[in-house]
């Protein structure tokens, strides 16, 4: 009899269960379908002091306006190992994540420097970024920077302003990243 009533109490219970992992699967197949995959490409100049231990953040923007927001990249997505001093002079440092698809090519970026760390001042060579995803064509963006990102050092600025984008909607929407201050 006991055994009869566990085994009620289980079917009962189960179509709830069932929905449940039918409706988690659902979402993380979506979730899933919807990433592109963001590699990019950061070159330090070999100039003196031109390395960083700052932290340093990206956003990609489309000719539309649409964006993805990369706080850290280091702890997004680094791929140079354990113990690698990314934003050292004369570095190639490698970058790898994923994010949504912004449903077209990227155009504009916005690269920003926090600031913090002994020398925060860093000079940025260029940023190459590679797109793509499941039935998305590849695309890659060269975004030539050749600029200081310091306080101490002309433009005086912690963040590079790159728009290749072949329209004026993108420059109304490439702005810049605030940095929280302390």
Known sequence: MALL?????????????????LLLSFAIISQSADDCVYTMYIRTGKI???????????????MYGKFID??????????????????????????SGRGSCLGAPVCAMNLTSDGTGAGHGWYCNYVEVT????????????FTV?????????????TAIRNYCPDVVASD????????EE
């Not at 929407?173 to 929280?180: Q, Y």
């Open 5 to 21: 009533l566990l085994l009620l109490r289980v079917v009962n219970h189960f179509p709830v269960f069932f929905l449940s992992v």
């Open 48 to 62: 003196i002091k031109g390395g960083t231990d700052s932290i340093i953040s990206l956003r990609l923007y489309t």
């Open 70 to 95: 990369i706080p850290n990249l280091e702890a997004w997505g680094g791929l140079m190992g354990p113990g690698h001093d990314y934003y050292e002079r004369g570095n190639l440092d490698i970058f």
């Open 131 to 142: 797109t793509t995803g499941a039935h998305i064509p590849c695309s890659q963006q060269l």
């Open 146 to 158: 050749e600029q200081w990102l310091a306080l101490d050092t002309s433009p005086y600025k912690l």
């Open 173 to 180: 929407n490439v702005d810049v990243i605030t940095v929280n």
